[in-house]
């Protein structure tokens, strides 16, 4: 069993086993990462499959300062940024694209979602960062070029509003609430 | 909530459950967090929000390398080969119309290469000594393998062999941790000071050949004192293996947390339950035998009767200032946690 940063390595050195194991280590992660920023799941796919080619064009340029997993959220953070430029000049993009599949709940995915559409850009993607992507303060703050100091205090913020938007949901539609002592499966995050 | 009444700040709580405080703050924090019924709330609420953020899994099919990338890829492996035939190419030539050159080079090479291997033996003479020093001996585990390697992802299979390290009379009322993607995280609240985990193989000294092995799961229960004066340690190591450090930085960086104070000292009467039938501590021995640790400031192995002809009393190289200076006295019990009989040592 091999390091993210040793496999990116022997890509660097032409092995395409090395490459191949990266890809099934990250496909799905960055599907997610995609799936839930975007609600289409065929644009989230195109782009987890760029973010690899972007790491096949630029592996002569990869030095292991950061993580393999800090580097690849970089890239698909840019193609992001690059995707909803094209989003604000098609607004029939968002209007056609269907609603991603989840594994959840459909209707209690849908009420933690309206939640977190509640909150400030920024501070969404910060948690979105932590909680859905598991990267660490310093992580996030090198890729959103804030102080980590920054990261913290919003993530703070944004967890205590999203903690008052999550109850004043479920006082008003109970039903859809999940039971709060359970854990999901393929839960990671603060525990 | 006032700093006048609590040791650490709201963020600096949610900074602690996510794995975020160095090592010393998140002691304070864990310490004051078994004390505070406020802050168990707000840590259980912050645990709330982000078990229901959890809700939103996003599914995804399998899902075959793209044409594109295949293409992509293709490319990449003929440039690369094309350019380490060029590179040979050039090398030959070089080679060939300077071949003087070549004698002088194949003595530097035997200068370099005896000069390697007198410092590669006085490495390993140091390691096989205990000294501490980073033996990079043959093994089949050369590397850190990837995280999710040596994460469990049963959480409550976790907890489970955290508490098979002590008997349920003491771990049912243990704090338990388990490892997350950003270290050791509480799992359950905890009532008498105990505190259950599982270690992973970077609890090894740092040159065993097995430091890298992600199979080993070691079950342990330490208690108030060890807690506090062990425990540390293994957050030390786990930040820093988290962190992608070497073994050279962690340990300039372990003896540096014990030179600064960083890094406390064993406590008086710290000791550690070893019990579990179900953990693995190496490739060599499995699950071992069950047994109880405890550990002092650096002392002499003979002041206990370690490793005497029958004594039970071993000493363990764990740390043994490999870099950490404490000493760590090994005593087998007859049975195991759950009160069977284990075989004897």
């Known amino acids: 069993m091999t390091s993210d940063e040793a496999l990116m390595l022997e890509f660097q050195g032409g092995s395409r086993a090395a490459f191949e ?86 209707e209690t995915v849908l009420w933690v979602r309206q939640a977190m559409e509640k909150l400030d850009a920024r501070d969404r993607e910060i948690l979105m ?19 980590v100091n920054t990261v913290r205090s919003r993530l703070f913020r944004s967890r205590l509003t999203l903690k008052g938007y999550l109850e004043l949901e479920a006082k008003t539609n109970p039903a859809l609430r999940p039971s709060a002592g359970q854990p999901h499966p393929g839960r990671r995050g603060m525990q | ?202 609890g090894n000294p740092f040159n065993s050949a097995e430091f890298w092995n992600p199979r080993i799961r070691v079950p342990e229960c330490f208690n108030p004192a060890a807690a506090r004066s062990i425990l540390p340690l293994t957050f030390k190591r786990t930040d820093m293996v988290l962190a992608g450090l070497s073994k050279v930085q962690m340990i300039d960086r372990i003896k540096a947390g014990f030179e600064d104070k960083e890094l406390p000292a064993p406590e008086p009467g710290a000791m550690c339950y070893m019990m579990s039938r179900a953990g693995y501590l190496n490739d060599a021995i499995g699950h071992h035998v069950p047994h109880l640790m405890f550990y002092f400031p650096l002392t002499d192995k003979s002041s206990w009767g370690a490793d005497l002809p029958d004594s039970p009393v071993t000493m363990n190289p764990q740390f043994e200032g490999g870099p950490e200076p404490i000493t760590e006295f090994v005593i087998p019990v007859a049975k195991w946690s759950d009160g069977t009989v284990a075989p004897a040592m």
């Open chain 1, 21 to 106: 194991e990266l890809f099934a280590r990250y496909r799905k992660p960055l599907y997610g990462f995609f799936g839930r920023r975007l609600n289409n799941p065929e644009r989230a796919d195109d782009l987890a499959q760029e973010t690899f080619l972007a790491v096949i064009r630029a592996a002569h340029r990869y030095e292991p300062r950061a993580s393999v997993r800090t580097y690849l959220y970089g890239i698909a953070l840019k193609l992001l940024a690059a995707e909803r430029r094209r989003f604000a000049t098609s607004s029939a993009f968002a209007q056609s694209a269907p609603e991603p599949k989840t594994d959840g709940n459909p």
């Open chain 1, 129 to 147: 960062l932590r909680e859905y992507e598991q990267l660490s303060y310093s992580d996030i703050a090198e890729l959103l070029r804030i102080p």
């Open chain 2, 1 to 202: 909530m006032s700093t006048n009444r609590h040791l650490i700040e709201q963020e600096e709580l949610m900074a602690y459950l996510d794995g975020e405080l160095p090592t010393r703050q998140a002691t304070e924090a864990m310490s004051h967090l078994d004390l505070c019924p406020e802050c168990q709330t707000l840590a259980a609420d912050f645990r709330s929000v982000s078990r229901e953020l959890m809700a939103w899994e996003v599914e995804s099919g399998e899902v075959d390398i793209s044409p594109e990338i295949n293409a992509a890829l293709e490319e990449r492996v003929q440039k690369r080969e094309l350019a380490n035939v060029s590179s040979l190419r050039l090398k030959n030539r070089v080679m060939t119309s300077r071949w003087v050159w070549a004698g002088a080079l194949a003595i530097v090479c035997v200068a370099v290469g005896l000069k390697l291997t007198l410092t590669s033996r006085n490495r390993n003479e140091g390691a096989s000594m205990g000294m501490g020093a980073v033996g990079d001996r043959s093994t089949a585990y050369p590397s850190m393998a990837s995280i999710e390697q040596y994460l469990m992802p049963d959480r409550d299979a976790e907890i489970a062999l955290a508490r098979s390290a002590a008997p349920e009379s003491i771990s049912n009322h243990a704090k338990i941790l388990v490892l997350g993607w950003r270290g050791y995280e509480t799992a359950i609240e905890g009532k008498n000071g105990f505190v259950c985990l599982v270690e992973r193989s970077w």
